[in-house]
């Protein structure tokens, strides 16, 4: 149980174009899932909370224009890059919070999608 | 404000060595939570342990253990025997509180290398 997808894996995009990643529990509902960004040989930094129903909150320094996360359902939540550029090259990892169960600290975490901006 | 530290950017081993990983945290809380995960080259996070901070007592699974104490806000992580396999980077976070919840609060992590 506790599965978190995300989708795609991998995904070159040419600068100027929007790519859209998506991340879903697949066992379980999640009205809060997270998505963290992690440059190469670098550690994970949080970017936004994304609470199924309401707006994402950014963490600082985060363009929210940029990284447009929708939380549709509470299964699913997109984050899609706009404009991309290749500085926005990067791992991008999604965390899923299961609703009802555990302390609010327990996540699961996604494979993980390799952004690339040619 | 929180923050993990893990000092030892990378490290190099041979096979059947023991290893130690050092974790240092900052932290006001007085209830949080300290995990390890692995990250092979594949890039997913393997969840490793999780412990609370009204638990102190030492754990051990397998090859692995971890040291946990509050006096020096340290959470360190020893592979006993070391393989191959082990060969990742490590990350040691923190459960923190920002603007909207608990997401973690993860240090730089610490390549570990193990040759054969």
């Known amino acids: 149980g506790a599965v978190v997808s995300q989708h795609p894996s991998r995904v070159i995009c040419k600068s100027g174009t929007s790519v859209k990643i998506e991340c879903r529990s697949l066992?379980?509902?999640?009205?809060?899932m997270f998505w963290y960004r992690q440059f190469p040989k670098q550690s994970l930094m949080l970017m936004a909370t994304?609470?199924?129903?309401?707006?994402?909150?950014?963490e600082q320094g985060v363009e929210k224009d940029k990284f447009l996360i929708n939380h549709a359902s509470l299964t699913l939540s997109t984050l899609t890059v706009t404009s991309a550029h290749p500085e926005d090259s990067s791992f991008y990892i999604c965390?899923?919070?299961?609703?009802?169960?555990?302390?609010?600290?327990?996540?699961?975490f996604g494979p993980g999608t390799r952004l690339t901006v040619t | 404000a929180q923050k993990v530290t893990q000092a030892q950017t990378e490290i190099s081993v041979v096979e059947k060595e023991d290893v130690t990983l050092d974790c240092v945290y900052e932290?006001?809380?007085?209830?949080?939570?300290l995990f390890w995960y692995k990250q092979p080259p594949s890039g997913e996070l393997v969840f490793l342990i999780r412990?609370?901070?009204?638990?102190?007592q030492n754990e051990i699974s397998g090859r692995y253990s971890w040291n946990f104490q509050k006096s020096t806000s340290s959470f360190n992580f020893t592979i006993t025997a070391s393989q191959v396999v082990d060969s990742a980077v490590y990350f040691c976070?923190?459960?923190?509180?920002?603007?909207?919840?608990?997401?973690?609060?993860f240090g730089k992590g610490t390549t570990l290398s193990v040759s054969s």
């Open positions: 965390s899923a919070r299961q609703d009802g169960v555990g302390p609010s600290y327990e996540q699961y």
């Open positions: 066992d379980f509902q999640a009205t809060t």
């Open positions: 994304s609470n199924e129903g309401s707006k994402a909150t950014y």
């Open positions: 932290t006001r809380d007085t209830t949080y939570y």
């Open positions: 412990r609370n901070s009204f638990d102190e």
């Open positions: 976070a923190l459960s923190g509180t920002n603007q909207a919840g608990t997401a973690l609060i």
